[in-house]
């Protein structure tokens, strides 16, 4: 090869690398500018069992919706008693091939600051303020699997990579999608469902007819079960789902911070190395810190965020998600050293965290970003509602 045609490869190849980083800047932009989005959804069907309330939403026009991954989540827009802006994440549970309506399932948490008002407020017909569909929990894409999906021939199949699907409580929501879509997929799919009691089994007579007509292996655990429950009992163990999938297969947990933490350790030791979660809401911190913004003072000792600590002394910081989805509770890190306890899909810029993603390592010296510099929140007062309890993440 010449020379010149060197040269000229080398340029081309430089362009190529040049455009896919536009383009994936580009596309990076659009979707933080899509997370800011809102669209109106009609309440068409409402349910509600026990403590657990089914929504069913669509189109005020019929129109169909915007595509949904498995495993993301709608976020509702809404006002606490006080008047106080609101919103909170939740998992979308139908299929993500129906396009004509999304299906909630939201546990009523009595100390939450929305849950109890969706269930004495909401109304079939009316129309609701929502996010399109986002988040970052997601199957992760395998071309094995790819291909699978348009196979029809058995003897045709190459064997793919094993998905074990692990939830605790309510954590079944973003992953009931997921089951749909492995079995499209063609790969070998087992479901782990911890819950307390029989009654805590969301969809459980649906997921026991799945797994009889198709491969889905369903392993329903209860911790607290009564006499005559035929099924496993217990907890569930890193080395039975280990046992289950291999150190090679997929696995993705969701389900309260204690949990995911000890199974994703645990998994790790046994060598285990595919493994995602999502998170309810992150352990309270058990260390303190003093954690400064501006003239304002707080600590992280008992508080699952930055941003709960702030907020619970009494200082006004923006947010709206507390998901790591919209970029509202950013703030400049100054000095100091933060640990991620939630996976973040906003990308926020150098030097700077999502408070509502991170808990302190050491102490914290932070600024308000410079664009908000002139706009600084005010402290609050300390009786503010900002301060009680919340729902968790996707409660």
């Not at 399109?132 to 997601?138: A, N, T």
């Not at 309510?170 to 749909?180: D, K, R, Y």
């Not at 998600?321 to 939630?342: E, F, I, Q, T, Y």
């Amino acid at each position: 090869m010449s020379s010149t045609a060197m040269i000229l490869l080398i340029i081309t190849l430089l362009s190529l690398y040049l455009a896919v980083g536009i383009m994936d800047g580009v596309r990076r932009r659009y979707l933080q500018f899509k997370q800011q989005q809102k669209q109106q959804l009609q309440l068409y069907r409402l349910r509600r069992q026990g403590d657990l309330l089914k929504l069913w939403l669509r189109h005020p026009e019929g129109q169909l919706l915007a595509k949904a991954k498995p495993g993301q989540h709608l976020q509702l827009f809404s006002q606490d008693q006080l008047g106080h802006p609101i919103s909170r994440a939740y998992s979308i549970v139908s299929d993500y091939k129906q396009r004509r309506y999304y299906s909630l399932a939201i546990k009523i948490e009595a100390t939450g600051r929305l849950t109890p008002l969706l269930a004495q407020q909401l109304k079939q017909g009316q129309l609701l303020q929502c996010s399109y569909p986002k988040g970052h929990f997601q199957l992760e894409f395998s071309p094995r699997s790819f291909f699978n999906s348009f196979v029809k021939a058995p003897k045709l199949l190459v064997k793919s990579r094993p998905v074990v699907l692990i939830a605790g409580g309510i954590g079944i929501t973003p992953l009931l999608p997921m089951v749909n879509a492995a079995l499209r997929q063609q790969r070998p799919v087992t479901l782990v469902y911890q819950a307390r009691q029989l009654q805590d089994l969301l969809h459980h007579r649906k997921l026991l007819r799945l797994a009889k007509n198709t491969n889905l292996h369903y392993l329903p655990v209860l911790s607290q079960p009564d006499t005559e429950w035929p099924g496993q009992r217990g907890r569930v163990h890193a080395a039975q789902l280990a046992q289950l999938g291999g150190t090679k297969a997929d696995y993705l947990l969701c389900a309260s911070a204690t949990m995911v933490r000890e199974l994703e350790q645990s998994l790790a030791t046994l060598g285990c190395r595919r493994v995602q979660h999502e998170l309810f809401s992150a352990a309270h911190s058990t260390q303190s810190f003093a954690i400064t913004l501006g003239t304002s003072e707080a600590n992280s000792l008992g508080h699952s965020s930055v941003l709960d600590a702030l907020l619970a002394s009494g200082v006004k910081v923006p947010f709206d998600c507390r998901g790591g989805s919209c970029g509202a509770c950013a703030l400049r890190l100054v000095s100091g050293d933060c640990k991620n306890v939630l996976q973040n899909e906003y990308t926020v810029g150098e030097h700077e965290i999502l408070s509502c993603c991170v808990q302190a390592n050491s102490p914290l010296h932070l600024e308000w970003p410079t664009t908000a510099a002139d706009e600084q929140p005010l402290p609050l007062q300390q009786s503010s509602s900002l301060t009680t309890h919340d729902d968790t993440t996707f409660a």
